[in-house]
């Protein structure tokens, strides 16, 4: 029998992330072959009168093609999946791998490789810019092994986080996104962090449920050039399958100019030193989905801890534009909450989030326990009727 939280999820990432139209394309790409969700998604998107495509990927198979590839395999590969994405309207992409690390040991030249020519030309420049697109993952044994859960209660809290209610979510991030816009000036006080930059004239992003799944952030960008200081990133985040902890990255006239971490420090240079853009911020966000509040290594999840944020190297958003390009868009994140050693962030010289809660009046409506609340009373009516 299917899990009716699979179908609930399928409807959602259709109706709700997609808003899918009829005789709209949608390739669905899923990466593990996860099959459960694959199949409701591709009946949902039936059901909506639209067209499915599917490709499927594998982490252990890509690892192989990468190893021995050179720059004309990689140019063709992308300008074949280039022309395929510039067909579609959309675009599901379900992450279900069993090894987070398994492009670990890929030559640093091919992974560089595979970013600027593959990653970036299909997935930067048309996926992201010319598509809706609603990205997740789908609960297996490594995710649950990753998040410390076994496995049944990882699929509870996955379902949770993933099924949401972000239409009313949305509606208490608008003050935030409100109070960004009319922002100039942040300060981001925290231990091992003392960061300044402007964020005048970018504009904030609701994420609700319509990019990602799990979701729940708001972002904008800082102005390129702007940001002094350091940062350190208390939650541990894998890329191009190494694990780094602890990373600090020091800033002058917007560019890192020093990034250091507990281990893996050379490929951890090799990373900023992708392109020019990779050591610059392409978005500044809080985190606030209200049922994660732990790191699992899964930047997807993380990045939405309730109390975080995410200060991150390499490309901008289209919608929050500060002119950085890059193959890089790293979600690297600060959890400040009491039990991380807290955090302070001020607007314009105004407190606006200690220790992870919001403290002007407006704002409170996005602290977890109001956000818990709302969601449970609306899964409640929907209930009784």
């Known amino acids: 029998?299917?899990?009716?939280?699979?179908?609930?999820?399928?409807?959602?990432?259709?109706?709700?992330?997609?808003?899918?139209?009829?005789k709209e394309r949608v390739l669905i790409e899923t990466n593990g072959f996860e099959i459960p969700l694959t199949k409701a998604i591709i009946k949902e998107v039936y059901r909506a009168h639209a067209v499915p495509f599917l490709n499927i990927h594998n982490g252990e198979l890509l690892r192989e093609l990468l190893m021995e590839s050179d720059t004309?395999?990689?140019?063709?590969?992308?300008?074949?999946?280039?022309?395929?994405?510039?067909?579609?309207?959309a675009y599901v992409g379900i992450r279900a791998a069993a090894n987070a690390y398994e492009l670990s040991g890929v030559p640093a030249d091919k992974m560089q490789m595979y970013n600027q020519l593959w990653m970036e030309p299909v997935h930067h420049e048309i996926r992201v810019k010319r598509t809706k697109w609603v990205i997740l993952r789908y609960p297996n044994d490594q995710m649950a092994q990753m998040a410390k859960m076994p496995t049944e209660?990882?699929?509870?809290?996955?379902?949770?986080?993933?099924?949401?209610?972000?239409?009313?979510?949305?509606?208490?991030?608008?003050?935030?996104?409100?109070?960004?816009?009319?922002?100039?000036?942040?300060?981001?006080?925290?231990?091992?962090?003392?960061?300044?930059?402007?964020?005048?004239?970018?504009?904030?992003?609701?994420?609700?449920?319509?990019?990602?799944?799990?979701?729940?952030?708001?972002?904008?960008?800082?102005?390129?050039?702007?940001?002094?200081?350091?940062?350190t990133y208390n939650t541990p985040s894998s890329n191009q399958g190494y694990s780094f902890s602890n990373i600090r990255l020091s800033f002058q006239q917007g560019k890192i100019v020093a990034a250091i971490a507990d281990q893996h420090n050379e490929e951890l240079k090799q990373i900023f030193d992708t392109d020019p853009g990779a050591r610059y911020i392409g978005e500044f966000s809080f985190g606030l989905n209200p049922y994660i509040n732990q790191p699992m290594n899964d930047i997807l999840f993380d990045e939405k801890i309730a109390g975080s944020i995410h200060f991150t190297?390499?490309?901008?958003?289209?919608?929050?534009?500060?002119g950085n390009r890059s193959a890089i868009h790293w979600d690297l994140v600060a959890i400040h909450t009491p039990e991380y050693g807290g955090g302070e962030i001020y607007f314009d010289d105004v407190l606006i989030r200690k220790d992870g809660l919001f403290v002007l009046p407006e704002l409170e409506g996005l602290n977890p326990q109001n956000l818990m609340k709302n969601d449970q009373e609306t899964a409640e009516d929907a209930d009784s009727e």
């Not at 899990?3 to 009829?22: C, G, M, N, T």
């Not at 972000?166 to 003392?194: C, F, H, W």
Request: charged share 20%.
């Open 1 to 22: 029998m299917q899990d009716p939280r699979i179908e609930k999820l399928a409807k959602q990432i259709v109706r709700y992330s997609l808003h899918l139209q009829p």
């Open 72 to 89: 004309q395999q990689i140019q063709a590969i992308a300008r074949y999946e280039a022309a395929r994405m510039k067909e579609m309207h």
């Open 153 to 231: 209660q990882f699929e509870d809290f996955y379902f949770a986080v993933c099924n949401l209610n972000y239409a009313k979510m949305s509606e208490a991030m608008i003050p935030l996104q409100q109070l960004i816009n009319r922002t100039d000036k942040v300060k981001i006080v925290a231990p091992g962090t003392d960061l300044s930059f402007s964020i005048k004239g970018i504009g904030g992003v609701l994420c609700d449920g319509q990019c990602n799944l799990p979701d729940g952030e708001v972002y904008t960008a800082p102005i390129k050039e702007s940001v002094e200081g350091y940062i």
């Open 313 to 322: 190297p390499g490309s901008c958003y289209q919608d929050a534009w500060n």
